[in-house]
């Protein structure tokens, strides 16, 4: 059963081959093997008085699947059990891990067929078994269906593959089905083999879920349906049939519309499951992204995270000055000095339009006050940094766990830190000494040459290096960052030996942990990041560059959290300077990003974003690593990105391999079936095109797949496509002059993923240029 009887060798370029079929050597049936001996000798047949040519016989019987199918055989459905989505540009499909099965039975007049079909039926096309949709059956027993019952016809079983007592005790489950909807929606003979095929995957292409197709190495057979469901919405329930005693029902094709009986069938149902389609009134992906080429303005400038720019011309310099800064994403806020005057101020977050200016690293800032920027030309402040310092001091205070960390990590590091400054001063001797060298000596000498009476009450000490003690401040009081960053000697002694602190330590891994998401502008309100709603209005979407100094001076102000002597300065630098024990990362230089808006966000939440680097000599292209992805809202997606990409495309997840029809690039309606299209695949592997990639070109030339759509007689719209009309219309339009065989059908019926692709123009400050129209 394992030997297929076509199953061509794989190519090992491809990670997924379609295949057409793959039948057992032997289909299920009884079979007579016979076997003959003859003796011969030098090429003369020897007379052995005929005992040798009496043939042995012997009956065998290969048996198959044929009322029940193992749950283990069910590698996958799509549209996924009980999901509910926009799924009216999707034919339902089932992926079995026996590949076998559709072909294991062959008809009684011979005819190799695949035997089984997936059928999909609507809300109340079942009224006897399950009028609602919910995947109901009713169990029967083998030996119920070899009877009769009133009103229903039974399946007619082949006589030569006769029904066995086991057989008969097996319980399978049914559905009773009016013999007009089993017309309307099943198909037709030509059509079966174009609805099943051999999925080949030769590498691991996704990862195991029941709603994903591609798994493992191996071979997958895949039944689809011939219906997409409605626009409008509504439950479906599908149901992997067998065909055996129902080819006589099947339609022909010649006429669609029903006209035998009123009767009801009760069909096998090996396998179903039920869905919900939602009606989709909402902008296609190709509608919303083709909005935002429509508004990119001159050169890509309106993707750009700012303010929009006035279109008059500006005089003088103040105005030159306002419309350079709104260039740069600055906008003007309101604010009050210190001492409480109302004024204005400039603002801009960590996202801006051009690339920031790289700033040398500053000294570390203690309070908001020391990120001030005084513009003397204009008598105003840049308050940007001050508002990453009390943004970074915010989201510090607000997370308790943060700060509880912080204060427990210092105190750690002051008294790992205080027992090595003792161990390397040597004791009280020596700090004595240390005292003497510093000066205190001749202080003291000074002061006790002047009689008591005209000694100043206080007077001024030469400044002396404070060295650790064994009462009074911490003995790590005289440890500045400023000594620490001048004497190697004392970095390199407090730094050796054991670590001042685990570096498994719960503390410093939260704290460190904190830090970098916080460098990510995890947990930084919106409002700093987007301080307009003009800068990301509904459907819209920007890029931007990350201003470093902002996200250092954020640092600033968690780290500025229960600071109360230089020492705690100090321990931080300790952790996590650039030379201490848990250093952060550096940060990659630059990092850009985008901010969509949209309702792609929430249409789409398994929305791809991919960033690729422009190829640079002799290299292809690479994918830029993606440093921060999150939903900030139900319609707003932060992507941040290690480096400036050549190229981002924005593209429809790909949950494995399904079947459909797309969406034109331009226009359509809410109704798939008027407007869609498929995008025609290459087929010829000596074209020069990979096989199966997309040739530009689509079916039909006109959008509207209405033609190639059954008519069913009932008056109302249906969605069961006429497989056979369709094959012959893609068959022309590839340009052959053979069928489609039914690997090749299934290659044209993918429903392709759409992308959007956007360019940036690097000899040019502005980050994103033009975009192009989406394509699969």
Not at 44 to 53: A, C, F, N
């Amino acid at each position: 059963m394992s030997h297929p009887e076509y199953a061509p060798d794989p190519d090992p370029s491809l990670n997924v081959q379609f295949v057409d079929s793959l039948v057992p050597k032997l289909t299920a049936g009884r079979y007579t093997l016979t076997a003959r001996q003859s003796l011969t000798k030098g090429g003369q047949r020897v007379d052995t008085d005929h005992y040798l040519d009496t043939p042995a016989t012997q009956q065998v019987e290969v048996r198959a699947p044929r009322f029940t199918v193992q749950p283990e055989w069910i590698h996958g459905a799509y549209p996924p059990p009980g999901a509910t989505g926009l799924y009216d540009d999707v034919l339902p499909h089932l992926t079995l891990d026996r590949a076998t099965l559709p072909w294991e039975r062959v008809e009684e007049n011979g005819t190799q067929l695949p035997w089984l079909a997936l059928l999909v039926f609507g809300e109340g096309e079942l009224p006897g078994t399950d009028p609602h949709c919910l995947g109901r059956t009713e169990a029967k027993t083998v030996a119920d269906l070899l009877g009769s019952e009133d009103g229903v016809v039974l399946p007619h079983f082949d006589s030569a593959d006769p029904v066995t007592e086991d057989d008969k005790q097996k319980t399978c489950r049914t559905v009773l089905v009016p013999a007009a909807v089993f017309h309307s929606v099943a198909p037709t003979e030509a059509e079966l083999p174009l609805l099943t095929h051999v999925r080949r995957v030769n590498e691991q292409h996704q990862s195991v879920t029941l709603t994903d197709d591609l798994i493992q190495v191996g071979d997958y057979a895949v039944v689809v349906g011939n219906r997409l469901p409605r626009w409008t919405g509504g439950r479906y329930v599908a149901h992997l049939v067998s065909l055996e005693g129902w080819q006589s029902r099947l339609p022909d094709g010649t006429k669609e519309a029903y006209a035998g009986p009123d009767e009801t069938l009760r069909l096998i149902s090996l396998w179903s499951w039920s869905f919900e389609t939602v009606p989709d009134h909402a902008p296609g992906f190709a509608a919303l992204t083709e909005h935002f080429v429509d508004t990119e303005g001159k050169d890509g400038s309106a993707l750009l995270l700012r303010v929009p720019l006035p279109d008059r011309p500006v005089s003088g310099d103040d105005q030159q000055e306002v419309a350079d800064r709104l260039d740069k994403g600055y906008l003007p806020v309101s604010c009050r000095t210190e001492s409480g005057r109302s004024t204005f101020g400039w603002y801009r977050g960590p996202l801006v339009p051009q690339r920031p200016e790289t700033l040398s690293t500053p000294e570390r800032r203690r309070c908001a006050a020391e990120a001030l920027i005084h513009l003397q030309h204009y008598g105003v402040f840049d308050v940007s940094l001050a508002t990453a310092f009390t943004a970074g001091r915010g989201v510090a205070l607000a997370d308790h766990q943060f700060g509880a960390a912080l204060l427990r990590l210092r105190g750690k590091v002051q008294r790992a830190a205080e027992r090595k400054s003792r161990t390397a001063t040597g004791g009280a001797r020596a700090r004595i000494e240390h005292l003497a060298v510093n000066g205190l000596a001749g202080h003291l000498g000074e002061v006790l040459a002047v009689p008591p009476g005209r000694r100043p009450a206080t007077t001024a000490a030469p400044a002396v290096t404070p060295v650790p003690a064994a009462t009074g401040l911490p003995a790590t009081a005289g440890l500045t960052m400023r000594r620490l960053r001048d004497d190697a000697s004392l970095h390199a002694r407090l730094v050796s030996g054991d670590p001042l602190v685990h570096p498994d330590d719960d503390d410093l891994v939260l704290v460190r942990d904190r830090l970098l998401g916080l460098r990510d502008l995890v947990g930084v309100p919106f409002a700093h990041l987007v301080p307009d709603t003009r800068m990301l209005p509904a459907e819209s979407l920007r890029f931007f560059y990350v201003d470093p100094d902002w996200t250092a001076t954020l640092l600033d102000g968690a780290l500025s959290v229960g600071l109360s002597h230089s020492f705690d300065l100090t321990s931080d630098e300790l952790m996590f300077g650039p030379e201490g024990e848990a250093p952060l990362p550096p940060l990659p230089q630059p990092v850009t990003g985008l901010l969509l808006r949209s309702q792609l966000v929430s249409g789409w939440p398994a929305l791809e974003v991919r960033p690729y680097a422009n190829p640079t000599a002799g290299d292809g292209e690479t994918t830029l690593r993606v440093l921060r992805r999150e939903a900030l809202a139900d319609d707003v997606l932060l992507v941040l990105v290690e480096g400036v990409p050549g190229r981002v495309e924005l593209a429809e997840p790909q949950q494995g391999v399904h079947f459909g029809i797309d969406e034109p690039d331009q226009g359509g309606s809410d109704n798939p079936v008027a407007d869609g299209i498929i995008r025609l695949r290459e087929i010829d592997p000596q074209s020069g095109t990979p096989l199966g990639a997309e040739t530009g070109k689509q079916f039909p030339a006109t959008p509207g797949l209405s033609s190639f759509v059954r008519d069913t007689g009932t008056g109302n719209p249906d969605t069961v496509l006429s497989v056979t009309r369709l094959a012959d219309g893609l068959k022309d339009a590839l340009g052959l002059n053979r069928p489609l065989t039914p690997s090749e059908f299934a290659l044209q019926m993918i429903n392709a993923a759409q992308r959007r692709t956007f360019t940036t123009a690097p000899a040019q400050h502005t980050l994103i240029t033009t975009g192009d129209h989406p394509n699969g």
